[in-house]
């Protein structure tokens, strides 16, 4: 994240720093709850795991930063 800040925060609109970093955390987590254990017994017959399903909202928050984030720099660059 601090490389990518350096090299293009010029370029770069609000929110897209934390949008990238919620989108890549949480689809990291995702991935990796594939490989954990069921801990309880209640999700033993869900498609997802818990944790999961709380990833899901966090990436979207995040790929709604970033498109956000592109939406204003555009916007941005139109005024000047």
Same mark, same amino acid.
């Given at each position: 994240?601090?490389?990518? &800040?350096?090299? $293009?925060?010029?370029?770069?609109?609000?929110?897209?720093?934390?949008? @990238?970093?919620?989108?890549?955390?949480?689809? /990291?987590?995702?991935?990796?709850?594939?490989?954990?254990?069921?801990?309880?017994? &209640?999700?033993?017959?869900?498609?997802?795991?818990?944790?999961? /399903? @709380?990833?899901?909202?966090? $990436?979207?928050?995040?790929?709604? @930063?970033?498109? &956000?984030? $592109? *939406? $204003?720099? *555009?916007?941005?660059?139109?005024? @000047?």
């Amino acid at each position: 994240l601090i490389t990518v &800040y350096h090299r $293009c925060k010029n370029k770069i609109g609000p929110g897209f720093i934390s949008g @990238l970093f919620f989108t890549a955390v949480f689809a /990291m987590r995702f991935a990796l709850e594939f490989f954990k254990t069921r801990q309880a017994e &209640y999700s033993a017959d869900l498609t997802l795991s818990t944790g999961q /399903m @709380l990833s899901v909202p966090f $990436c979207a928050i995040g790929i709604g @930063l970033i498109i &956000y984030s $592109c *939406k $204003c720099q *555009k916007r941005q660059a139109r005024s @000047l």
